[in-house]
T-cell receptor, first 113, second 113 residues
Framework: GENVEQHPSTLSVQEGDSAVIKCTYSDSASNYFPWYKQELGKGPQLIIDIRSNVGEKKDQRIAVTLNKTAKHFSLHITETQPEDSAVYFCAASRNNAGNMLTFGGGTRLMVKP | NAGVTQTPKFQVLKTGQSMTLQCAQDMNHNSMYWYRQDPGMGLRLIYYSASEGTTDKGEVPNGYNVSRLNKREFSLRLESAAPSQTSVYFC????????????FGEGSRLTVL
């Protein structure tokens, strides 16, 4: 089955700096790569996703890049703000019935004011 | 606009006791999922239901059973709770049966003594 590794497990940045979180996956058939943000006491929420026919996708201050050859993808947050502090999860799946997502272990991002 | 609702939010059980976690969604979604979240391990899929009337095992199904009662409701049952089942449980739903956004509930924290 799929295995997703996520690094780093914790990340501390100054407000205004950029943050980068990296994930690798094992199943070359995976073609859907979402990122979820989990705030304290809440369920995860989708912030951005990318499919394998695209190398990069941006949405305001967040962007995701995908390297299918190397089987890794990254989340980039620019101009970080205190409200970006949360746990971020990457995930990967095939486009199969049920679409079972395999999640990485999570990154706790702390943005210091 | 409730989205995905889970009950109970907190529960303490003794080893060997049974309980059912309830989940309901009001978005007319086809697919529903149960995940468990443990520190450093991300979210791991327990069971899922790609559509009403079907259920399938995920990554960690042992010790659990599920019922897709109707399109709205998907319950998770622990027949004989064990300390290893201490975790935070999340229910999620998705509109279609292929790739797409998962909508999560706020979680149920279960402690087994």
């Amino acid at each position: 089955g799929e295995n997703v590794e996520q690094h780093p497990s914790t990340l501390s940045v100054q407000e205004g700096d950029s943050a980068v979180i990296k994930c690798t996956y094992s199943d070359s058939a995976s073609n859907y790569f979402p990122w979820y943000k989990q705030e304290l006491g809440k369920g995860p929420q989708l912030i951005i996703d990318i499919r394998s026919n695209v190398g990069e996708k941006k949405d305001q201050r967040i962007a995701v890049t995908l390297n299918k050859t190397a089987k890794h993808f990254s989340l980039h947050i620019t101009e970080t703000q205190p409200e970006d502090s949360a746990v971020y999860f990457c995930a990967a799946s095939r486009n199969n019935a049920g679409n079972m997502l395999t999640f990485g272990g999570g990154t706790r991002l702390m943005v210091k004011p | 606009n409730a989205g995905v609702t889970q009950t109970p939010k907190f529960q303490v059980l003794k080893t060997g006791q049974s309980m059912t976690l309830q989940c309901a969604q009001d978005m007319n979604h086809n697919s529903m999922y149960w995940y468990r979240q443990d520190p450093g391990m991300g979210l791991r899929l327990i069971y899922y239901s790609a559509s009403e009337g079907t259920t399938d095992k995920g990554e960690v199904p042992n010790g659990y059973n599920v019922s897709r009662l109707n399109k709205r409701e998907f319950s998770l049952r622990l027949e004989s709770a064990a300390p290893s089942q201490t975790s935070v449980y999340f229910c999620a739903s998705k509109a279609g049966t292929s790739t797409g956004e998962l909508f999560f509930g706020e979680g149920s924290r279960l402690t087994v003594l």
